[in-house]
């Protein structure tokens, strides 16, 4: 398994800003996944952020609203920029482990936008 | 196209009494699947996971789950829920590339 944090852990913001959501990993991993629960629902992907190459984004999510960064193999980050009251969402990031390809998930970023 | 169903919004059971949750998936091929829960405020915890080999799995917490290939259903069981079991639980489906398809979720509320 592997031991990940998100800083922070919840933050209410007004619309027009942005947040900066780090995620920080207890081993080096290669493939790192962000994730969108909205509230109610299920997981949606929003990008896979790879150690030395651009992240790649799902249908529907793009570079300037979410960007990404990677710099090495324990570390990324994910920015909300400007954010509006449909941001609020919980934000997960992701470790991918194993042959079997499981994942291992943040405890979440839970984000207020009013 | 690749889906997970999980037809249960919401499920309440007694304490003590047996669980099932039901998931099946759409896939060409046999997916990675796993069962994960969220408790309230927390992110998601792997349960248990199968890849391939015998078709019951055992996770954690006494949870199980069996794969039946012929009905593409891969259902959750537990045969004594506590109270701490009541969280929200996800179905998932690997289906290549770490690309993990996530169903909609189960609610699990527990009574006493």
């Known amino acids: 398994s592997a031991v990940i944090s998100q800083k922070p852990s919840r933050d209410i913001c007004q619309r027009g800003t942005s947040l900066t959501i780090q995620c920080q990993v207890d081993s080096q991993v290669t493939m790192m996944f962000w994730y969108r629960q909205q509230p109610g629902q299920s997981l949606t992907l929003i990008a896979t952020a790879n150690q030395g190459s651009e992240a790649t984004y799902e249908s529907g999510f793009v570079i300037d609203k979410f960007p990404i960064s990677r710099p090495n193999l324990t570390f990324s980050t994910l920015t909300v920029s400007n954010m509006s009251p449909e941001d609020s969402s919980i934000y997960l990031c992701s470790v991918g482990r194993d042959r079997q390809e499981t994942q291992y998930f943040g405890p979440g970023t839970r984000l207020l936008v009013l | 196209a690749q889906s997970v169903t999980q037809p249960d919004i919401h499920i309440t059971v007694s304490e003590g009494a047996s669980l099932e949750l039901r998931c099946n998936y759409s896939y060409g091929a046999t997916p990675y699947l796993f069962w994960y829960v969220q408790s309230p405020g927390q992110g998601l915890q792997l349960l248990l996971k199968?890849?391939?080999?015998?078709?019951l799995v055992q996770g954690i917490k006494g949870f199980e789950a069996e794969f039946k290939r012929s009905q593409s259903s891969f259902n959750l069981r537990k045969p004594s829920v506590h109270w701490s079991d009541a969280a929200e639980y996800f179905c998932?489906?690997?289906?290549?590339?770490?690309?993990?398809?996530f169903g909609a979720g189960t609610r699990l509320f527990v009574k006493a």
């Open positions: 199968y890849f391939s080999g015998d078709t």
């Open positions: 998932a489906v690997g289906v290549g590339g770490f690309k993990t398809i």
